[in-house]
Structures are given as C-alpha cells and as structure tokens.
C-alpha cells in the first residue's frame, strides 16, 4: 500500500470518525435511532457535515492561496463567512418546531428559541459550534503547516541528494581511469578488455544513477565488473576474497551506494611492495543487506588517506537522507587494517 493510499483511508476513517460524533454523544441518542428525525438532531448534524467541509476548504484552498500568499484580508474574510455559514445555515434549513411525529426531545424546555432574540443569536454565536468552528480551524492550520514543512524538508533533501550524486561520476571516473592508465603505461594486452569493461559500468553509472533506486542484482553487478576490472591490473600478490550470500530478487537499493566503501579497500590496500589482502562480503536476508569490506592497510598511503575520503564521506551523507534510522554503519581505523561493516534495511 503506497503512501497516497495509506492517506485516502486516513481521511475517509477521519470523516467517518467525525460524522459520528454528533450521533452518539447526541442527549436524545437512542438504541432505536429515532432521533436522527427530530430537528435537534438533525441540526447539529449538519453543522458537523459543514464543519467537515470548511476544514477541507481551509486546508487545500483558504491556506495554500490566502494565507501562505499573505493575502490575509481575504482569508480573513473567507474565515468569517465560513463561520457565519456553519452558524446559521442548520438554522436556516432546519428551523425550531417540533416535529410533525409530536416527537419532542428531551431537552425541548431548554432549546434556545424560548430565549430572548439577543439571547438567542449570543448562543448561536458563541456556542458549542464556535468552539468547534474554532478547533477545526486551528486543527486545519497545523496540518497545512506540517505538510508545508515535510515539502520544504523534502525539496532540502532531494536538493542535497542531487548534490551529493552529482559527486559520484567524477569520483568514479577519477578511480576508474586511474586504473586503467596504470594499465596503459605497462603497455599490458589486458588494457583493451579494461576499456570495454569499463564502458559497460559507465553506461550502469549513466543510466542508473538517474535514479533514486535501482534493483539490488544491478548494484551487485556493477560492483563484481569493478572488482574484476581492478583484477586485471593487480599482481599476483594481492589476495582478494568476494562472496555474494543470499537472494537479490525483488530488493531494491540506492545506486552507487556500497561502491565507495569497495573503492576504498583497493586505493588504500594496494601496493607492489607489500602483500595485500581485501575482503568483500555481501549477505542479504530478509529485506537488509549486510556488507563486510576489509583491507590490510598499506603503510605509503596512510599519509594520504587523510587527504582523501570524499567517496566514503558522501556515501554517510547519502545514508542518513535516503535511509535514517534504517542502516548502520560501524567504521574500524585499527593499526594493521581497515574495517567497514554496513547494515541497511532495505524496506
């Protein structure tokens, strides 16, 4: 069930919840329903039923046109004749008489209309209906504001995303590049395979990214076509272990999202003079993904890890946007290795 049709059923059970406030707390209520024909009844029923319209009025016309555009004598104006309207249109419609049936009510001695004319507009004025009145315009206000306010947070993020995704093709290109120059300057045969490689993710990287989610399996392959490539131009002493536990189908995840962290391990865990090891473990189980990434830590590129980050960095911004409180990350820095451990719920 989408969000729209979560908030459909929310306002028809509101509706509902509200037309039935006048029935049962009605003083003339009875199990056989007889009262619903006496004009008391019948009254307040109404101005519930206008009430419902005025808030709906006030929350998707009134405010968004008037109010928020600061057009306030207008609103104003719209305000006080809403009010008059839910005042005195049941009374217009439904005058004081007791029905034809000689039904009375209960309370039929202390109905308003044996009151003094002034007395009696007093009532209507300042009565049960103006609280009322009052309430669900108060209650209409503070919904439009926090809708206005979700929007506003909305447009921040969606902005901020846009920024941050805007980041990954550079950041992409610049590693991947790297990669195959170090390639080209050996002049290895295995240089041509890179490029086509390499044309395959760029053509993942442009037609994806575009987007804010993209099948798990899609990631997955983007990344196993990374490593492969990286492959290609590692020496034989660089150990590297990846395993994909569990069933991608039907997940879906944000795009370029665990890259990063796998980018990290070969800048940083790499180098012809030393032996290295890179762990890459991804599990999926019931809808989270888990991702274990390791890399022995090369003593020349200590000093510039300091330097760099950008990729793991944007990708800790892009989990609190697209998945707070849904993901967890945990981020070892020890002396001989790196560790990261990311956990994401992906519904």
Sequence with gaps: MNSKTRR???HILGCLFFLSLPVFFSRDFSSSFSFIRIPPFQRDFLSYCVLLLFFYANSFFFLPNFYFHKKYAVYSVCIILSFLIVIFLPVLLIPFH???GGYAPAHFEQMPHHREPNNFLMHLLIGPHFFQFLIITIFSYSLSINGRWRESEKARV??????????INPHFLFNTLNSIYALAIEQSEKTAAAVVQLSGMMRYVITETANEFVPLSKEIA???DYIELQKIRLDTNVKMQFSVIGDTMGERIAPMLLIPF?????KYGVSPDEESDIVVMITIESH????FVRNIKVYKQVLQQEQSGLGINNTKNRLKLLYPDKHYLNISNEDKDFQIFLSIFMR
């Design 8 to 10: 459909i059923i929310l």
């Design 98 to 100: 007791i029905n034809s």
């Design 158 to 167: 969606d902005t901020e995303l846009a920024y941050l995704k805007a980041q």
């Design 222 to 224: 983007y990344i196993k």
């Design 262 to 266: 796998i980018e990290n391990a070969f």
């Design 288 to 291: 989270e993904l888990k991702l």
